[in-house]
Structure formats: structure tokens, C-alpha cells
């Protein structure tokens, strides 16, 4: 698994569709300040599911549009798509009896928009799907969404500072524990529903 494009449109200062290939398996995003480092790694972390608004410099969906500028009007949307090399066919998803299937895909590609009104869309390979899927998804791979693989500024002293709960839930999701939690979580509700029957 490789990650081979990201596509950013409408989000945050990328009022313009911009698409970064990387080809390479070593990346380093450089400029100076002001430039728009910083949204890129936000959109990331918007493409794998982040909730936190506040991780991403933001108090609400609304603020991941483009807000306009002089040459340019407002945003009515931003939406952002990454691309992963699947070749491997590592990628996999939970049918109805709970089984780990491979996606035959030979590129995933994970999108997700937000509307002005805040309703936001995912969307796998062209389809629309919960956020619940994509979770998954990620958590197949260990790619955790709790932004942790990313570190960016200030990253590490809220790491260092973190409560215990907060360091745990660091700590599981770097050991790729998610998927587990998702299967206990799914098992539960089964269970409720089951007693309500």
C-alpha cells in the first residue's frame, strides 16, 4: 500500500482544484510561511475522517470551505480525495456475516466533502458510504484517524501532555487496535438488538 495522489478542491486556501502526485516513497512538502503547508496535512486529516474541528483550525464544516478573496468568490464546497495503491489487495471491509473481504480495487480512493450547511459525504471508489466504512477501511491497513500518524506543529507537546485516556487511545490506535474496537462495538449492538427481540 502506497500513497500514489491526493486532490484538494475548494479546501480551506486550494479555492482552485490542485492535485499533488507522489510518486516517490519519501515526500517533503517545503515553502514559506503562508504558503499552505499546513492545509495540506488538515486535508489529510479531513480525507481519513477527522471530527475534530478543532485539530483542523476550525470551529465548524464551514470553515474547511474556501472563504473567498478578491479574484475569487467564495467556495460552495471543499471536498478532498486521496489515492492508495491497492495492488496488494490489502484494503479490506466487513461483509453482513462480519467476514474481512479484500476490496479488488487496484486504487482505493477515499473522498469526502463538506456543504456549507455542514452535512458532510463519504465516499469510497465512487460510492457513497458512512463514515463508520471508511473507519474501517483505514483500520484494515492501520492507518488510525485520530491524526496521530501526523505529526504536525504542536503535535508532539499535546502527545507529551496528553492524559492517560488520551495516551491510551494514542497508543491503541498506533498498534492498529481500531479494528477490534469497531468489531466489539458492532458485536455489542448486535447483542442489543438481539435482547430487544
Same mark, same amino acid.
Given at each position: $500500500?502506497?500513497?500514489?495522489?491526493?486532490? @484538494?478542491?475548494?479546501?480551506?486556501?486550494?479555492?482552485?482544484?490542485?492535485?499533488?502526485?507522489?510518486?516517490?516513497?519519501?515526500?517533503?512538502?517545503?515553502?514559506?510561511?503562508?504558503?499552505?503547508?499546513?492545509?495540506?496535512?488538515?486535508?489529510?486529516?479531513?480525507?481519513?475522517?477527522?471530527?475534530? $474541528?478543532?485539530?483542523?483550525?476550525?470551529?465548524?464544516? @464551514?470553515? $474547511?470551505?474556501?472563504?473567498?478573496?478578491?479574484?475569487?468568490?467564495?467556495?460552495?464546497?471543499?471536498?478532498?480525495?486521496?489515492?492508495?495503491?491497492?495492488?496488494?489487495?490489502?484494503?479490506?471491509?466487513?461483509?453482513?456475516?462480519?467476514?474481512?473481504?479484500?476490496?479488488?480495487?487496484?486504487?482505493?480512493?477515499?473522498?469526502?466533502?463538506?456543504?456549507?450547511?455542514?452535512?458532510?459525504?463519504?465516499?469510497?471508489?465512487?460510492?457513497?458510504?458512512?463514515?463508520?466504512?471508511?473507519?474501517?477501511?483505514?483500520?484494515?491497513?492501520? @492507518?488510525?484517524?485520530?491524526?496521530?500518524?501526523?505529526?504536525?506543529?504542536?503535535?508532539?507537546?499535546?502527545?507529551?501532555?496528553?492524559?492517560?485516556?488520551?495516551?491510551?487511545?494514542? @497508543?491503541?490506535?498506533?498498534?492498529?487496535?481500531?479494528?477490534?474496537?469497531?468489531?466489539?462495538?458492532?458485536?455489542?449492538?448486535?447483542?442489543?438488538?438481539?435482547?430487544?427481540?
Amino acid at each position: $500500500m502506497r500513497l500514489k495522489h491526493l486532490e @484538494i478542491n475548494g479546501f480551506k486556501s486550494f479555492a482552485k482544484k490542485t492535485s499533488l502526485e507522489f510518486e516517490n516513497n519519501i515526500i517533503s512538502i517545503v515553502g514559506p510561511n503562508g504558503s499552505g503547508k499546513s492545509n495540506v496535512v488538515e486535508a489529510f486529516r479531513f480525507v481519513l475522517g477527522e471530527q475534530s $474541528m478543532k485539530s483542523m483550525r476550525g470551529k465548524g464544516g @464551514i470553515d $474547511m470551505i474556501f472563504k473567498g478573496s478578491k479574484h475569487i468568490p467564495k467556495g460552495s464546497r471543499a471536498s478532498v480525495s486521496i489515492y492508495l495503491d491497492n495492488s496488494d489487495k490489502v484494503f479490506k471491509l466487513t461483509n453482513e456475516a462480519g467476514e474481512y473481504v479484500p476490496l479488488s480495487f487496484d486504487t482505493v480512493s477515499i473522498s469526502r466533502e463538506v456543504y456549507p450547511d455542514g452535512v458532510n459525504k463519504y465516499i469510497l471508489n465512487n460510492s457513497e458510504v458512512r463514515l463508520r466504512d471508511i473507519h474501517q477501511l483505514l483500520s484494515s491497513v492501520n @492507518i488510525g484517524t485520530g491524526g496521530h500518524h501526523i505529526i504536525s506543529q504542536g503535535e508532539a507537546d499535546r502527545i507529551l501532555n496528553s492524559s492517560p485516556k488520551d495516551l491510551r487511545e494514542i @497508543i491503541q490506535g498506533a498498534l492498529g487496535l481500531e479494528v477490534y474496537q469497531y468489531r466489539i462495538k458492532e458485536s455489542v449492538r448486535k447483542l442489543e438488538r438481539t435482547g430487544e427481540n
